[in-house]
């Protein structure tokens, strides 16, 4: 780990798994976008690391506005069936 990218990366896998993990205690949430943040977040190192740094700074920052989003989401309501 060398650089800002290498960082900001890791942090937000850790992130994600996390709140993967959190959401699928309470609930069965969907994989897609948690594998996208994760995606975005190779990405983004990949470029940032390559010498794109304006790119890696894009994606990496992209991953993390999903991430905020996902962890704002209310949890499902589990309520009787009809």
Do not use: Q
Not at 14 to 43: Q, S
Not at 70 to 77: D, Y
Request: glycine fraction near 12%.
């Amino acid at each position: 780990m060398t650089s800002i990218f290498d960082f900001g990366a890791t942090g937000l896998f850790i992130a994600a798994v996390g709140l993967f993990l959190y959401r699928l205690k309470h609930e069965d949430p969907r994989l897609a976008p948690y594998l996208a943040i994760i995606g975005t977040c190779a990405l983004g190192n990949w470029a940032g690391n390559s010498g794109a740094a304006l790119a890696g700074i894009a994606l990496l920052s992209a991953a993390g506005f999903l991430l905020v989003h996902l962890a704002s989401e209310p949890f499902r309501e589990e309520g009787p069936a009809e």
